[in-house]
């Protein structure tokens, strides 16, 4: 009985292990972006995952639009956004 509580201690430490620097910094992540998301308004200037700098025009559910120059409008998906810029980066 003993012998294997002992066998599976180092499974178990692994596991925490595992699940602390792994798992939980993930799931963090993930909370920061789906929240970045749901906080973008119209205006706000973002970095999508393309490269792509423009000023949001157009937001919906799903999509929105972006002024990536004078007259240019770009429509990407929402989830395409990694960075919200400062305002007044995007000239």
Do not use: C, H, W
């Not at 393309?50 to 799903?62: A, P, S």
């Amino acid at each position: 009985m003993m012998s294997s509580i002992g066998s599976m201690l180092p499974l178990l430490l692994m596991f925490v292990v595992l699940y602390f620097v792994m798992i939980r910094p993930q799931m963090k992540r993930q909370k920061e972006t789906r929240n970045m998301l749901a906080a973008l308004a119209k205006g706000d200037e973002v970095a999508t995952a393309g490269g792509v700098l423009g000023k949001i025009t157009e937001l919906g559910d799903q999509y929105m639009t972006l002024e990536i120059a004078a007259g240019v409008n770009v429509r990407v998906q929402r989830n395409a956004v990694v960075q919200v810029l400062p305002k007044g980066t995007v000239k």
